[in-house]
């Protein structure tokens, strides 16, 4: 009877390890429509016609280098891409809006949580994507096709505003051994749609 006892604890033990290490499939519309919208203006991709596939994580991650707890939103609001390198008045006026120190400091608290499974056919992209573990990424990077291009995203999770008129993520991309870029993204709900705003660089290849 001990015997069975102590097999039960470890398979009950065993089982709760698993369902802790499972991805969440907890995504939502918005969140579909946030990476949609980031995805399909992705300017590298406009400009390579001849590039692959978008190959995507297919579950939202983020490395804990990409965003230091202490960096705050003071510091970043006039390092904005198209507000400091291409002088958008409107989108340095965007950025600087208070509410987004509450979102960017909602992101620090939740992006390392548990991750979220990405359903392909929510995704409204205008390019070819697929959805691939981190394993069979390697393994594409390893076999990939030398004449193409092929870029490599992983999407963190969403944190957004009371009202989820504001969003906010970290997108990442490498597209070889010197091509990649960390930013974290910003977008604002426009009549029902959402637009980027502004994306911050924080890695560059």
């Given amino acids: 009877m001990a015997t069975y006892t102590r097999i039960l604890l470890l398979s009950m033990l065993i089982a709760s390890i698993c369902c802790w290490e499972k991805p969440s499939i907890g995504l939502t ?39 230091h707890p ?3 939103w003071s510091i970043l609001a006039g390092r904005a891409d198209r507000c400091h390198y291409l002088n958008d008045t409107a ?11 509450s979102v960017f400091e909602e992101f620090k608290r939740s992006s390392l949580g ?28 390893e076999h990939q096709d030398k004449e193409r291009m092929y870029y490599l995203f992983r999407l963190s999770k969403i944190s957004y505003n009371i009202d989820k008129t504001k969003a906010l993520f970290f997108g990442s991309f490498v597209c070889g051994g010197t091509c990649g870029r960390g930013e974290l993204v910003i977008l604002e709900k426009v009549k029902d749609a959402w637009v980027l705003i502004d994306t911050f660089r924080f890695w560059i290849a």
């Fill in 29 to 67: 519309s918005d969140d579909y429509a946030v990476y949609s919208a980031y995805l399909n203006e992705f300017a590298f991709y406009k400009n390579v016609p001849s590039a692959g596939a978008m190959i995507i994580d297919d579950s939202t991650g983020i490395a804990p280098r990409d965003i």
């Fill in 70 to 72: 202490k960096v705050n």
């Fill in 91 to 101: 989108c340095c006026h965007k950025v600087q809006a208070s509410e987004w120190y």
């Fill in 114 to 141: 548990q991750q979220q499974v990405l359903v392909p056919a929510k995704l409204v992209v205008h390019y070819p994507i697929q959805l691939l573990s981190q394993f069979r990424k390697r393994s594409l990077i």
